[in-house]
């Protein structure tokens, strides 16, 4: 089934499709009147509706059922230290795949640029087409943090786990199991290209984040932080699937 995405504010029994979303079905998948469709809000919201009319410039949708899905008993985000967009644009993508709650960007004393004061309106767009293409009904939080790591920490008092992935570990200090199972709201703090800072790694730790490793080899930041979420992905695929 074809998925769209389309702004809580927009839904209703009868609604419309219009702008990209809208010319996505009508010129490219060639739907058709009678045609079924998925549609997500990205806040956990998802429909099936049939197509009603379509005109050069929008579909208008007919509801057939919509599901609220709860949020995840456990969520997990990622809070990365800012650096080359080569490889951003690839995590928006796999944060959603594996189900990430949020994804967020921090300045860190070894970033190579300035992190945006604002998120940029493109991430959310390669989010949503990843979101559309495995049908995650909730888009990650995006956020980004100008001022750094005291920043980052005042955001964090929600958080009932907070971990940094610190190559300054020791082997025995890996990231385990037990700690990708917690409940609630799991934060995991990643370093830019470089690493943190002296001053950076004491202070989290100050602030209770608990250092553990990825292992003995250093890891690229996107490869550390696709760890992270595919791991506590998978293990709570395999905990649902074992009750």
């Known amino acids: 089934m074809k998925t769209f995405f389309l702004e809580t504010d927009k839904w209703d029994t009868n609604c ?7 010319k996505h ?39 057939q059922e ?33 189900g990430a709650g949020g994804l967020w960007f921090w300045q860190a004393d070894r970033s190579q640029s300035k992190v ?7 991430w959310e767009g390669q989010m949503l087409a990843g979101a559309k293409q495995c049908g995650n009904p909730w888009i990650p939080e995006l956020a980004t943090f100008p001022d750094g790591a005291k920043g980052l920490m005042k955001c964090a008092d929600e958080f009932d786990n907070i971990f940094m992935l610190w190559e300054g570990q020791s082997p025995s200090d890996v990231l385990s199991s037990e700690q990708l199972e917690l409940s609630g709201k799991t934060l995991f703090i990643i370093g830019p290209e470089g690493g943190f800072s002296d001053s950076e790694a004491s202070y989290f730790r100050e602030q209770g984040a608990q250092p553990v490793s990825l292992g003995k080899r250093i890891l690229r930041w996107e490869t550390a932080a696709l760890l992270c979420l595919g791991l ?12």
């Open 116 to 122: 945006p004061a604002e998120v940029k309106e493109g």
């Open 25 to 63: 079905a009508i010129k490219v998948l060639r739907m058709r009147v009678g045609d079924t469709v998925r549609l997500l809000d990205g806040k956990g919201r998802e429909g099936i509706f049939a197509i009603t009319e379509m005109t050069k410039q929008a579909v208008s949708l007919e509801q």
């Open 232 to 243: 506590a992905w998978w293990k709570g695929e395999v905990n649902n699937a074992a009750r």
């Open 66 to 98: 919509v599901t609220q899905h709860p949020k995840p008993d456990a969520q997990h985000y990622v809070a990365i230290g800012w650096g080359k967009s080569v490889r951003r644009g690839w995590i928006f993508e796999k944060a959603v795949e594996f």
């Open 16 to 22: 419309l499709l219009e702008g990209q979303e809208a």
